[in-house]
């Protein structure tokens, strides 16, 4: 038995009132992957190569900063 058949099986055990909780969380594993975009995957490689700015203060100071652009 592989794991789709395994799952399903299980589900088919669970009592109604729990299903809510097994469906929320199949819902969050069923949305796939997210491919970050062309500029995303620029940011991350300039960061890699040492580039870029990296914010080490405190969340206060970052939404000051991000006010003052």
Do not use: H
Not at 10 to 32: C, H, K, M, T, W
Not at 49 to 54: C, D, E, P, Q, S
Not at 62 to 68: A, G, R, S
């Amino acid at each position: 038995m592989n794991n789709r058949e395994f799952a399903k099986k299980l589900i088919d055990q669970i009592p109604e009132n729990r299903l809510f909780y097994v469906i929320s969380y199949l819902q969050g594993a069923a949305i796939p992957d997210e491919t970050p975009n062309a500029g995303t995957l620029e940011a991350i490689e300039e960061l890699d190569n040492g580039g870029g700015y990296r914010f080490s203060g405190s969340t206060k100071n970052l939404f000051n900063e991000l006010m003052e652009c």
